[in-house]
């Protein structure tokens, strides 16, 4: 900067590292308008990945001030990364839209709704309701194994709900003979819904500390994909390393059918459909493992949606959305079930606890995780000894 130059604003150094894309984006032809799954359930030009980068640029340029209502908009991203696909320069517009909430939210500009969310994660720990850990920990009962060098971490979503979900994950494990341990009950969420809503600084506590209480551990297994990738990747971006290895639930389960550690007693007569999660999928690569064990679930071939694997269309659960304005994220979700019962599908099947009650909740058609399945319908293998 010379001597005359204005000192760099707030907007100018938080969205520094962001500018090419933002500039990018900005003067495109809307290349990836079709395939936003927020645009296409608002039909709103105005929340585009186009018009969203655009407001964020101007931000930046100051050219728009940036107030509440102006912030509001770059909530309306799920981070779901299916622009990306359809993008000649594969821009990422959710770490983008993540570093104009970040700045929001160090300008005290946050929209109402967003300070709503965080206020509940701070008083909870995390945003669902659900029980106190160390009952949960009771509650699981023999399918837990507390010197276990491998832990669960069980997410938030799945606590809740008077914990039969997690109950499925820890009993999923238990018959893949990985019984595992828990973590001290301090260690209620992965953080991801900080990050989302935009509080950095909160954010990167929050995952210090959970690392300090997992180090003791050799391997992370996440139940939720959302949680793996926030472990493996978020807690680096602000400087926070995890000793153990991370690895999601469906994955595991996965290689232990495949290893003959897991036999599936009978198997489910429903025409099925997978779901593909965004964190799963896009984020972390990973499409054939769940296939292979949903394959092994089901009597009928699992079917595919027609926008599937690296082109699946977002449930609308993640990215703090669903926080922000659940009713949009709830019209993305019955998009997807309208399009699994336009294909003739009794069952969606999904490796995501999130997305399993986005779309429970809006369509008649029965929703199930993989772990849900390997519990109720799998046993250990005979002779196979447990990994500990």
Not at 234 to 242: K, L, M, T
Not at 253 to 263: H, S
Not at 267 to 296: E, T
Request: glycine fraction near 8%; aromatic fraction near 6%.
């Amino acid at each position: 900067m010379s001597q005359g130059d204005a000192p760099e604003t707030a907007a100018e150094s938080v969205l520094a590292t962001h500018e090419r894309a933002l500039e990018l984006c900005t003067y495109c032809p809307k290349m990836c308008r079709f395939a936003c799954p927020v645009a296409e359930a608002t039909g709103k030009e105005s929340v585009t990945p186009w018009a969203l980068m655009g407001l964020a640029n101007y931000v930046r340029k100051g050219q728009v001030a940036l107030t509440p209502e102006v912030a509001r908009a770059f909530y309306d991203c799920t981070n779901c990364l299916l622009c990306r696909e359809y993008c000649l320069h594969e821009n990422d517009v959710p770490s983008a839209l993540r570093a104009a909430r970040a700045l929001a939210v160090r300008e005290g500009q946050i929209p109402v709704a967003v300070a709503k969310a965080a206020d509940r994660f701070r008083r909870v720990g995390s945003m669902f309701p659900g029980g106190d850990r160390a009952t949960l920990a009771k509650s699981l009962g023999e399918s837990i194994d507390p010197a276990s060098r491998s832990v669960l971490l069980v997410s938030c979503l799945r606590a809740g709900g008077g914990g039969e979900a997690a109950r499925d994950a820890a009993s999923a494990l238990a018959r893949a003979g990985e019984a595992c341990a828990l973590p001290d009950p301090s260690v209620t969420c992965c953080g991801a819904p900080l990050l989302d809503l935009g509080y950095e600084e909160e954010f990167a506590a929050h995952a210090k500390k959970n690392a300090e209480a997992l180090s003791r551990f050799d391997r992370v297994i996440c139940d939720t994909s959302v949680c793996a990738r926030t472990l493996e990747r978020e807690y680096a971006g602000v400087g926070v390393g995890v000793h153990p290895e991370v690895e999601d639930l469906a994955t595991a389960l996965a290689r232990a059918v495949e290893e003959g550690r897991i036999e599936i007693r009978r198997k489910f007569p429903h025409h099925a459909v997978y779901h593909d999660p965004c964190h799963l999928g896009r984020h972390a690569g990973i499409y054939d493992p769940p296939r292979a064990l949903a394959a092994a679930l089901f009597e009928k071939p699992v079917g595919e949606f027609p926008w599937s694997r690296e082109r699946a269309f977002c449930c609308g659960g993640s990215g703090g959305l669903a926080f922000v304005d659940p009713a949009t994220a709830a019209r993305m979700a019955q998009a997807r079930v309208d399009q699994a019962k336009e294909g003739g599908f009794e069952m969606i099947v999904t490796a995501s606890e999130e997305c399993a009650a986005m779309l429970s909740e809006v369509g008649s058609i029965p929703v199930r995780t993989l772990a849900s399945l390997v519990a109720e319908t799998a046993a250990p293998a005979a002779g196979r000894k447990a990994r500990r």
